[in-house]
């Protein structure tokens, strides 16, 4: 349906175009003949006029996107430091914001008001050195804060300092799906290489060495549990292409790159059942579950299965293209209290339970 | 010289196939970049398509993909293809080669008062390099595996393993064999237009008085020489990675059931090298559009344009910043965290230039006397796009910020409208413009005025409401996001940007039928209709070899006395002598 009609709008817009162009050519041959090609006073009148009705389409798609869409942005972050590069953002885009609205301004109305008239003349008028080191100093000093404040924050973030408190986890990625690793009882992960994921019939998931004792307890799972409030380093790798782990919610993203372990490293701030309970993502989930019941009943119509009602989990996507199902690529987190967190890793199988078998 | 061209027998060969004419090169070039643009925009509305109606069945693509879509459903491969093989031709064939090859070629020589290029041969030569690798890509679509399918950037491993997708395999050779031919015209190219610039500028068009075309001309074509030779370097060696078993790239990779014997190689390497190229390229693409702008804007405000010196300077620093700046596109791949400190650093200070050459447009608009052709009004709308991309570069500079936002439909949105859009909007403005120059006939107005309202209403309902799915955490690149209910309220938001891309794909071609239809049929273009004070107007309206009849005219003074007080005329050209008493102007 949405198709034939959009089919309609394109027909009619086409012939709306056809139709303006033909008026516009017959209303200049009605008049002074003026077919020389070159706007005319009538022409810079009314395209000045537009372009101040543009300067206002442009403030009110502004307006309207906030207004429709402003509930489909993330969430508050869920680490400690997406809070502070939350906080960042949101000093950026109050500049950013500023910046458009004056110089749009500027820009659209300047053109409407200087619109080419026949017997007016320019003001000549070249060069201004005031005026140039005016407007070169202010996005200086506006630039070497933003930046400082911005790279204080990236080196507080990258810096990642092992330590005992700290839980390692390893993000395994291949194509089309993660999976993590946990040190196991002596929370230190035993060493891998992709030479070994050929052993043991191939359950040897990530390629942990069999002969190297730390990696015998280690935990393989894919779904990844994380304790909140404790400090989580991430250790990355991949089997085959690049692929990128992207945690929105936490603000956290990093390349998994064949043949090195790269890293990130944040401390989650709020348990899943604490993200659901929070107003803004209950409104969101209702609103998903909205959508989703009035595309199950078009569904249902045509005897199709009906869609699964939805419930907020944080993701882990893809965000490195990677393959034919890169958009299918994900894994579910669940961040949950210390207490439930172990329990959750006791009851997992060890890599030398599963090799055993 | 002159005379002597004139006993030169023209065949049709010489004359429209291989040429070695500046002007019939430039036409060749803005065709092909027009036919690689129609097929490169056709593509983008075909995943459009897909992302409003995910998996839903459509006979174009049942008719334009054949095979690739089962019953009209588009298969995830091609949905790939499509949006890699749509970032090369817009990048590489329309906005690098179509831009600057037509405008630089069209320009150069008549704007500095030279009667060719330098070598006219190596124009040529040029041109059908360029020729032979457009063929190369269009063919590569028909290749039984498909296209490349790795992103328009190819990273390895992915572009390098046949295992790894199907793009990967021939479609990928030929896309790589396309891209060094395509670099050698560019060399060709950008050789030429240095030394021509630097020797053959005519008696009195000293550098100061170059108008700042060609000053942006110039300088991209010295970034093109510095950086594009890194990505010859980067793809070489891809290509001996894929065929010849060497392990620059790659390293422990397991497929499909195999360890692969490569050892000791890194894909972040390859990432220095592509983006040691990439970023320069985004202002090869954009540098030559703001020229463009600069001579379209102060010509019709009969205005000089705010701050030549500054405008100069904005675009040394601009192509300086350029080449240090390619980290950005790296902060979260794994390279130490201390170089994103650097790029961070280095890439805001873009900013500033680009500030001040946005904040001299505006000035440059100010108590104008503005004649609204089409080309000016895309003029204005690049500086409008200009500033609404350009702003949110602030955020994607950042390194702490891009963590989140990095490879999210906020990129997408970024760069389409600061260099996207932007430099079409400059390539437009420049057909617009010159036009007359081209085809001694002028384009009809008030189809360009449609075309440019309808585009720059299309052009923000597109890429405005991308900034949203950014910032909700989409990752670009997907086939569709079905996968994840999470992105549920997202869906109509994309039926919106759709509908969008199609209304701006039709009043593409209300352009294109403008274009051919002026060609043949268009109002005689007068010598100098928009009155402008630059060289190539004092030109005969038909072509000829040598571009003066007579003497290369000589250069009494800037581009841009336009309006000057104690004139008679609002303009005053750059051949005309410095009256009695009259001084130049210091800049």
Known sequence: MTTVILFAILVLVGIAIWQITKIFELSQLRQDRDDSQIANDKDNNWNGQLMFAFLVFIYLITIYSFWAWGDVLLPEAASEHGQDIDRLMWISFALIFFVQTVTQALLHYFSYQYRGKKNQKAFFYADNDKLEFIWTIIPVITLAVLIMYGLFTWTSIMNIEENDEALVVELYAQQFNWKARYGGQDGVLGDANVRFLQDYDGRNLVGIDSSDPNGLDDVVVQELHLPKGRQIIFKMRSQDVLHSAYMPHFRAQMNCVPGMITEFSFIPSMTTEEMRQTPEMAAKVAKINKIRYDNSKALMANGEEALDAYQFDYLLLCNKICGASHYNMQMKIVVEEEKDFNNWLAAQTTFAQTIQQ | ?587
Not at chain 2, 223 to 239: D, E, K, N, Q, T
Request: neutral net charge; charged residues 10%; contains cysteine.
């Open chain 2, 1 to 587: 010289m002159g005379a002597d061209h004139a006993h030169h027998k023209e065949t049709f060969i010489t004359k429209y196939v291989f040429s070695q004419d500046h002007k019939m090169i430039a036409k060749q070039y803005l065709i092909t970049g027009l036919i690689m643009g129609i097929i490169g925009i056709a593509m983008s509305l075909l995943f459009r398509l897909q992302l409003a109606w995910p998996e839903k069945s459509f006979w174009v693509f049942e008719t334009f993909l054949g095979k690739w879509a089962p019953e009209g459903v588009m298969d995830p491969n091609v949905y790939l293809a499509l949006v890699t093989i749509h970032g090369t031709l817009m990048v590489f064939f329309v906005l690098t080669a179509g831009l600057s090859g037509t405008f630089s070629n069209l320009l150069i020589p008549l704007q500095i008062g030279a009667r060719d290029m330098a070598s006219g041969l190596l124009n040529m030569i040029s041109y059908w390099l360029f020729f032979l690798s457009s063929v190369i890509m269009i063919a590569s679509l028909f290749v039984e595996s498909g296209p490349a399918a790795a992103g328009w950037t190819i990273y390895p491993p992915l572009s390098a393993l046949p295992q790894a997708q199907p793009g990967s395999g021939l479609g990928m050779t030929l896309w790589l064999v396309s891209m060094a031919i395509f670099i050698a015209s560019s060399l060709l190219g950008s050789l030429n237009y240095i030394v021509t610039v630097i020797n053959l500028r005519t008696k009195g068009m000293s550098m100061t008085r170059l108008p700042l075309t060609i000053w942006a001309f110039f300088v991209t074509a010295i970034i093109g020489v510095v950086s594009f030779p890194v990505l010859l370097s980067a793809a070489l060696l891809l290509i001996m990675d894929r065929s010849f078993g060497t392990s620059f790239f790659l390293s422990d990779i397991f497929i499909q059931g195999e360890v692969l014997h490569y050892q000791g190689g890194s894909p972040v390497l390859y990432e220095h090298l592509f983006w040691f190229l990439g970023h320069p390229e985004v202002y090869i693409v954009l540098l030559p559009a703001l020229g463009i702008t600069s001579e379209v804007l102060a010509t019709n405000a009969r205005k000089p344009i705010f701050g030549y010196r500054a405008m100069v300077a904005s675009i040394l620093a601009i192509a300086f910043l350029s080449t240090i700046v390619w980290g950005h596109h790296m902060f979260i791949s794994g390279m130490n965290p201390f170089l994103g400190s650097v790029f961070t650093f280095t890439t805001l200070l873009i900013a500033i230039p680009s500030a001040v050459k946005a904040f001299n447009y505006i000035t440059t608009l100010w108590k104008g006397n503005l004649q609204m052709n089409p080309g000016m009004l895309f003029s204005i709308g690049l500086v409008s796009t200009f500033i609404t991309g350009g702003l949110t570069g602030i955020i994607l500079g950042d390194s702490t910020l891009d963590i989140n936002v990095h490879d999210t439909y906020f990129v997408v949105a970024h760069f389409h409208l600061v260099m996207g859009i932007s430099a079409l909007y400059g390539l437009f403005a420049g057909v617009y413009h010159w036009f007359p120059k081209m085809f001694g006939r002028m384009m009809n107005k008030n189809m360009g005025y449609i075309h440019f309202w309808v585009t720059a209403v299309c052009a923000y309902g597109v890429f405005f409401p991308m900034h949203f799915i950014g910032m909700a955490g989409l990752p670009r690149r997907y086939y569709s996001n079905t996968a994840f209910p999470y992105f549920d309220d997202l869906a109509n938001i994309n039926v919106i940007i759709t509908i969008f891309a199609l209304i701006a794909g039709a009043a593409q071609l209300v352009f294109l039928y403008n274009f051919i239809s002026s060609i043949f049929y268009g109002k005689k273009a007068v010598q100098n209709p928009w009155k402008s004070n630059t060289l190539e107007w004092t030109t005969p309206v038909e072509h000829m070899h040598g571009n003066w009849p007579g003497k290369i005219p000589h250069v009494h003074r800037w581009a841009y006395d336009y309006s000057k007080p104690g004139q008679e005329e609002d303009f005053v050209p750059q051949n005309v002598p410095l009256a009695e008493g009259e001084e130049e102007l210091q800049h």
